[in-house]
């Protein structure tokens, strides 16, 4: 890349950020564009003065402020506002060292994420049978057996579901294919070629499209602001997955009718399509 080329797009970057400081805190100064870039005060007042050719009525200088205000008519130019980025950035350990969020941050809190202990050297011969289309022999803690065991798989993907890692695989003890989790997998010994065809893991390589509804159960009112909460269209809100993740999203988000209606928010409107095509997919889970 040209040095002319990396200075136009450090420009672009500098007023895409004072865009950025106008619409989420409303105001922006030179020295915000100096501490965050490392530019000098003559080139934020530059940068600050290209913005306003391209946006005339987007700004307004307050003197008491010494600083620059959205105006009352202030319109997006430039950048695409997005919520679920700006909150997702909150959320990112990467928040504070190289977003435009670190130059104003709001004060924000969560739940304490749990992470579960995961091998590296486990997760890098997985990754690397998954490429080389390897089966690969692991000594498996199942949560349904007192004591771990060792099994030929043949991993194929990764998957995040119901807050952790696994690996889609083929389990030769079971004759199909199904989910191991990584933090589960204690120790790999070794390793052969994979005489699998995962073209066969219909469950993975068919996507589903669940149609969403607030549940009818709930007043008229909550039942609004759900629609309202999922961005729902005229009551329904369609999201396609991967068939093998469906039983995963169905729990996070209690979809199951046993579940008690203060559980509720959401009820799965074609239950039962969806539930035709999983036992087409797994005639043995009707059983």
């Known amino acids: 890349m040209s040095h002319e080329l990396i200075m136009q797009w450090g420009m672009e970057r500098r007023i895409d950020f004072i865009e950025y400081l106008l619409y989420w805190d409303g105001k922006v100064n030179r020295k915000d564009i100096t501490q965050f870039f490392g530019v000098s005060t003559p080139q934020a007042s530059a940068d600050i003065?290209?913005?306003?050719?391209?946006?005339?009525?987007?700004l307004e200088?307050?003197?008491?402020?010494?600083?620059?205000?959205?105006?009352?008519?202030?319109?997006?130019?430039l950048i695409k506002p997005?919520?679920?980025?700006?909150?997702?950035?909150?959320?990112?350990?990467?928040?504070s060292s190289d977003t435009f969020l670190q130059v104003r941050h709001v004060d924000y809190g969560t739940l304490p994420n749990i992470k579960r202990s995961i091998d590296a050297d486990v997760v890098r011969q997985i990754v690397q049978a998954i490429r080389e289309k390897q089966a690969i022999e692991i000594k498996y803690q199942s949560f349904s057996h007192p004591?771990?065991?060792?099994r030929w798989i043949m991993p194929h993907a990764l998957g995040f579901?119901?807050?952790?890692?696994?690996?889609?695989s083929y389990?030769?003890?079971?004759?199909?294919f199904r989910d191991f989790v990584l933090s589960r997998i204690l120790e790999i010994r070794h390793h052969k070629p994979c005489e699998i065809n995962i073209a066969h893991d219909y469950e993975w390589h068919t996507v589903v499209t669940l149609e969403l509804s607030p549940n009818p159960r709930l007043s008229v009112e909550q039942q609004h602001a759900i629609e309202r909460?999922?961005?729902?269209?005229?009551?329904?809100?369609?999201?396609?997955?991967?068939?093998?993740?469906?039983?995963?999203?169905?729990?996070?988000y209690h979809l199951h009718s046993e579940e008690?209606?203060?559980?509720?928010?959401?009820?799965?409107?074609?239950?039962?399509?969806?539930?035709?095509?999983?036992?087409?997919?797994?005639?043995?889970?009707s059983t």
């Open 161 to 168: 579901a119901d807050k952790r890692w696994h690996c889609r």
């Open 229 to 252: 909460d999922y961005g729902m269209d005229n009551g329904r809100l369609q999201i396609q997955m991967k068939a093998a993740l469906v039983h995963y999203f169905m729990q996070e």
């Open 147 to 150: 004591n771990p065991s060792w």
């Open 49 to 58: 003065k290209r913005y306003q050719e391209l946006a005339p009525n987007n």
């Open 171 to 176: 389990c030769d003890n079971n004759q199909d």
């Open 260 to 285: 008690p209606l203060e559980k509720q928010e959401l009820v799965l409107v074609n239950k039962e399509q969806v539930k035709a095509i999983q036992q087409r997919l797994r005639p043995e889970s």
């Open 82 to 95: 997005n919520a679920e980025r700006y909150l997702e950035q909150l959320l990112s350990e990467q928040s």
């Open 61 to 77: 200088y307050d003197k008491s402020r010494k600083c620059y205000l959205a105006s009352i008519n202030f319109e997006p130019k």
